[in-house]
């Protein structure tokens, strides 16, 4: 199984199993940074009860979090394992299921970003 089957299947189980909260307003992949070193990402869904294009902290306003039920990737492409390769990455992916994805429909009805938890959030669905 290649890795974007991976993250399909652990998005489609975290979003088959989970009643999003009816404050939902907007959706966020949080991002982070597990091993700097071995280039290791870890990404975490979260539903938010604000969505403001203008102020950058809204997805901040967590109502529901996959919490520890997070997807890792390691990036093993030597020329790009920073932190703005696997943002790229993951957010081909993310786009990917929104047009694809089992329970995209879910997604696609509120805005979408994603983005590193002390960086910007980049929308890719409004």
Same mark, same amino acid.
């Given at each position: 199984? #290649?890795?974007? /089957?991976?993250?399909?299947?652990?998005?489609?189980?975290? =979003?088959?199993?989970?009643?999003?909260?009816?404050?939902?307003?907007? %959706?966020?992949?949080?991002?982070?940074?597990?091993?700097? &070193?071995?280039?290791?990402?870890?990404? @975490?869904?979260?539903?938010c009860e604000a969505f403001d294009e203008n102020n950058p902290d809204w997805a901040c306003?967590?109502?529901?979090? /996959? &919490?520890?039920?997070? %997807?890792?990737?390691?990036? /093993? !492409?030597?020329?790009?394992? !920073?932190?703005?390769?696997? @943002?790229?990455?993951?957010? /081909?992916?993310?786009?990917?299921? =929104?047009?694809?994805?089992?329970?995209? #429909?879910?997604?696609?009805?509120?805005?979408?970003?994603?983005? %590193?938890? #002390?960086?910007?959030? &980049?929308?890719? +669905? +409004?």
């Open positions: 199984m #290649d890795i974007y /089957s991976e993250f399909v299947n652990w998005l489609d189980n975290i =979003l088959e199993n989970n009643d999003m909260p009816d404050e939902t307003v907007s %959706f966020c992949f949080n991002l982070y940074e597990e091993s700097v &070193e071995d280039s290791v990402y870890a990404v @975490q869904l979260v539903a306003e967590e109502c529901w979090s /996959s &919490e520890e039920d997070i %997807f890792c990737v390691e990036l /093993s !492409d030597e020329a790009e394992k !920073d932190w703005k390769a696997a @943002q790229k990455l993951i957010t /081909s992916w993310v786009e990917e299921y =929104l047009g694809n994805g089992k329970y995209a #429909d879910i997604l696609t009805s509120k805005p979408v970003g994603i983005g %590193f938890v #002390d960086g910007d959030v &980049e929308i890719i +669905r +409004r």
